[in-house]
């Protein structure tokens, strides 16, 4: 089966950096995606990444590793409205997004 | 500006009562999502349309069937609502095969709660 995993929760505070982690085992892959989530509104579009490496946009940074199955999201200088849920998804052969659970993110001051 | 639009945004319904579900996009986007989800969940898909061809996900309910009369519109219909499928529905519209990131646009959802 597919399957995407990501932490539950995490708990970080103002300012600092955190690392949200993401694995899959997928039939194929044609790209991952990060988005974002506040409570009760819908996801929005973060990041694509589909060749290995590090990619980087203001305070967001998202990496890939397709032989390891991996991918991380990096969120500098933490401000309280990234309290959110992060979601990693992962495009299979047929084009088809296969969704993470989220990961819930609260910032502390 | 363009965007995805959902109404309402909020839908109280009976038990067993048939409710619709809308959803339209400004994006003149080609394909177009209907997704559940439920609370700290994945979106789940429901089914999706490119263009008219429709796609059913093999193992959405036959309570729940989808119109999109144009490219602009489309619909979720949900024939007898049990108290299971109290959810947020999340519609979203993609541009198709062959764009860059083809990433997805979500509407604001419609949170649905079955009495």
């Known amino acids: 089966g597919q399957n995407i995993d990501q932490p539950t929760e995490m708990t970080a505070t103002e300012g600092a950096i955190v690392q949200i982690n993401c694995t899959y085992q997928t039939s194929g892959f044609n790209g991952l995606f990060w988005y974002q989530q506040h409570a009760g509104e819908a996801p929005t579009f973060l990041s694509y990444n589909v060749l290995d490496g590090l990619e980087e946009k203001g305070r967001f940074s998202s990496f890939l590793s397709r032989s390891k199955g991996y991918s991380y999201l990096l969120l500098k200088e933490l401000q309280m409205k990234d309290s959110a849920s992060y979601l990693c998804?992962?495009?299979?052969?047929?084009?088809?997004?296969?969704w993470g659970a989220g990961t819930k993110l609260i910032i502390k001051p | 500006d363009a965007m995805v639009i959902q109404n309402p945004r909020y839908q109280v319904t009976q038990f067993g009562k048939p409710v619709t579900l809308s959803c339209s996009q400004t994006?003149?986007?080609?394909?177009m999502y209907w997704y559940q989800q439920k609370s700290s969940q994945a979106p789940k898909l429901l089914f999706h349309?490119?263009?008219?061809?429709?796609?059913n996900e093999a193992d959405t309910p036959d309570n729940f069937q989808s119109r999109r009369p144009n490219t602009s519109f489309c619909f979720l219909d949900i024939r007898s609502p049990g108290l299971g499928d109290a959810a947020m529905y999340l519609c979203?519209?993609?541009?198709?095969?062959?764009?860059?990131?083809?990433?997805?646009?979500f509407g604001p959802g419609t949170r649905l709660t079955v009495l």
């Open positions: 998804a992962v495009r299979d052969s047929n084009y088809q997004l296969i």
């Open positions: 349309y490119y263009d008219k061809d429709f796609n």
């Open positions: 994006l003149n986007h080609n394909v």
């Open positions: 979203a519209t993609s541009r198709g095969e062959g764009a860059e990131y083809n990433e997805q646009f």
